[in-house]
T-cell receptor
Framework: GQNIDQPTEMTATEGAIVQINCTYQ??????LFWYQQHAGEAPTFLSY??LDGLEEKGRFSSFLSRSKGYSYLLLKELQMKDSASYLC??????????WGAGTKLIIKP | DAMVIQNPRYQVTQFGKPVTLSCSQT?????MYWYQQKSSQAPKLLFH???????NEADTPDNFQSRRPNTSFCFLDIRSPGLGDAAMYLC?????????????FGPGTRLTVL
């Protein structure tokens, strides 16, 4: 079966760095997406990786290793507004998105 | 601004009373999706349309139906809502269904069933 695993919840301190991991098993692979979702709101697109390596976008970076079925989202200089759930989603061979349940990130002052 | 709009943002209905949720987009995207998301769970795909080509997920209950009368609009009909259908319903669009075709979401409709 197809599966996305990510931690349920993480806590970090304002100004610090946090890494949110995601492992996946899918039938085929056409890229991995990270979305941010604030409580009660819709997911908003953060990043897309299809090749191995690190993609940097301001304070947020996303890494992919296809051989390990692994990705992480790195958030630097954490701000209180970064408190949200972070969803990992993989596109399989049929171009369907397989979603993780999300990691709830709690930022403390 | 190009966007995905959902109405209403909050919908309350009674057990068994039909309800329709609406979605519109100004992105001129070919594909529209309906997802159901319950608290702390992954979004669950119910349907998607590529233009007018309708695709129903295998495990979407018959209680859920959808219409896409034109490129801009898509509707989700819940014929007889049960308590288990209380959830956030998310509409999303994408240009196509290939790799790197990012899905863009509307603000969602939170459905409460009394």
């Amino acid at each position: 079966g197809q599966n996305i695993d990510q931690p349920t919840e993480m806590t970090a301190t304002e100004g610090a760095i946090v890494q949110i991991n995601c492992t996946y098993q899918t039938s085929g692979f056409n890229g991995l997406f990270w979305y941010q979702q604030h409580a009660g709101e819709a997911p908003t697109f953060l990043s897309y990786n299809v090749l191995d390596g690190l993609e940097e976008k301001g304070r947020f970076s996303s890494f992919l290793s296809r051989s390990k079925g692994y990705s992480y989202l790195l958030l630097k200089e954490l701000q209180m507004k970064d408190s949200a759930s972070y969803l990992c989603a993989c596109m399989d061979s049929n171009y369907q998105l397989i979603w993780g349940a999300g990691t709830k990130l709690i930022i403390k002052p | 601004d190009a966007m995905v709009i959902q109405n209403p943002r909050y919908q309350v209905t009674q057990f068994g009373k039909p309800v329709t949720l609406s979605c519109s987009q100004t992105l001129n995207h070919n594909v529209m999706y309906w997802y159901q998301q319950k608290s702390s769970q992954a979004p669950k795909l119910l349907f998607h349309y590529y233009d007018k080509d309708f695709n129903n997920e295998a495990d979407t209950p018959d209680n859920f139906q959808s219409r896409r009368p034109n490129t801009s609009f898509c509707f989700l009909d819940i014929r007889s809502p049960g308590l288990g259908d209380a959830a956030m319903y998310l509409c999303a669009t994408s240009r196509a269904t290939g790799a790197a075709d990012t899905q863009y979401f509307g603000p969602g409709t939170r459905l409460t069933v009394l």
